[in-house]
Nanobody, 122 residues
Framework: VQLQASGGGLVQAGGSLRISCAAS????????MGWFRQAPGKEREFVAG????????NYAGSAKGRFTISRDNAKNTVYLQMNSLTPEDTAVYYC????????????????WGQGTLVTVSS
């Protein structure tokens, strides 16, 4: 499956942003989806994951209460709504597809998008 992330940009602290990831090539609803992020000089980390049907989701502690992952299987797209952003959220955000549910483990995702940069200014 090919993944194309979009929607990143510059936002002020306290603001909101929604990023998207469009999938193509295979049956989107066969895959659990995840969002990861990588800040400069840091390792890539799990942000949120959503099940194939969208009925369950999992969040990193830093994302709980501020970020919401969702998907539209009819549009082959997964979203990440980010609210109350802080400069610590600045990173390249990657979407990923896998078969192992809403796992936080990077290595269990099979396909990756190219990333979209989110910059939060103070």
């Amino acid at each position: 499956v090919q993944l194309q992330a979009s929607g990143g940009g510059l936002v002020q602290a306290g603001g909101s942003l929604r990023i998207s990831c469009a999938a193509s090539g295979r049956t989107f609803s066969n895959y659990a989806m995840g969002w990861f992020r990588q800040a400069p000089g840091k390792e890539r980390e799990f942000v949120a994951g959503i099940s194939r049907s969208g009925d369950s989701a999992n969040y990193a502690g830093s994302a709980k209460g501020r970020f919401t992952i969702s998907r539209d299987n009819a549009k082959n797209t997964v979203y990440l709504q980010m609210n109350s952003l802080t400069p610590e959220d600045t990173a390249v955000y990657y979407c990923a597809a896998g078969h192992y549910g809403t796992t936080t483990t990077l290595g269990l995702y099979d396909y990756w998008g190219q990333g979209t940069l989110v910059t939060v200014s103070s």
